[in-house]
């Protein structure tokens, strides 16, 4: 895998929630859009789904000087180094890994895979069936990754917070980045960095966010 695949780095500290990269990557991927209702949030959709790959969730906790701390943080395929979707799959080629960036692709295979068994075996709770019965989420956008293009959400974060390159340089940047930052954000930290190309940096506490980060 040439250079040990490709990351990203989601910062969460730079994060507005502009929610750009849910929009940039339903455009990509041609994803179709899902009704919504108001749930008191501005976080929609409620959940990630066969045509909604990427999602910012939105939480809000009431502290004990009477103010409120808003966090948000991205929801998607995590991508992990040695993706334990893969391993539960029956067939070699329903779920395969991709040579250049490391990515974890879902195929048309996927119909004949236990969706319960595939779900249970992500970490993350990621996949997700349609109603053609194939499981779908993130591709890291690999059709745009081979042609030297960076992926849609990336290209499309106004603030920078999503970051996308050879995995060691994300590392590093993460790394680099958690040291920069933690005289402001003492409880910062980076998720699943050994084990995911998607590494999510928080910058408050984890409890401080959606549940479903690093369920």
Known sequence: MAANGKSF?????????????QVACKQWNELEAESTTNRGTYENPPDLSANTWVLVHFKESAQSDGTVAWNFAR???RHC?????????ESGDSITIDEETGAVLFGEGTQSESFDTIRQACPFNIPRQGTDGQMYKCTMCVDRV??????ACAKTCPVGAIQFGDR???LDAADARLAAIQSDYPDAAILDRNEARLLLLLGDKQSMYTTVVGA
């Open 9 to 21: 780095l989601i910062d969460t500290t730079k994060c507005t929630a502009c929610r750009s990269c």
């Open 75 to 77: 929801n998607s395929c």
């Open 168 to 170: 060691q340089d994300m």
């Open 81 to 89: 180094v040695d993706a334990p979707c893969k391993q539960r799959a």
């Open 146 to 151: 081979h042609n030297g293009e960076l992926p």
